[in-house]
């Protein structure tokens, strides 16, 4: 009987051992999953946030371009009429 106890004794050592390593072992592994799947997530979120942040600075040059462009074709009209007026002007006069 004492071998007996001692037996199942040592077994159940071991297998509470073993249970607690494999607990630690997926644990580990969940936590290992987990830390890899934030990362993931941290970057995916970031280039999302990069890709739309950098859509929104394109989006906003173009948008000062344009807008740069149209200032600069109204403030460059009136020189042109003026430029064609002053040559009207000059023909005016050679004739």
Known sequence: MARSVEENTWNGIQSIAFDRARCVQENTWNGIQSIAFEMALSVQENTWNGIQSLAFEM????????????????????????RILGMGFKALHLI
């Open 59 to 82: 989006a906003r040059i173009v948008q000062e371009n344009t807008w740069n462009g149209i200032q600069s074709i109204a403030f460059g009209w009136p020189s042109v009429h003026k």
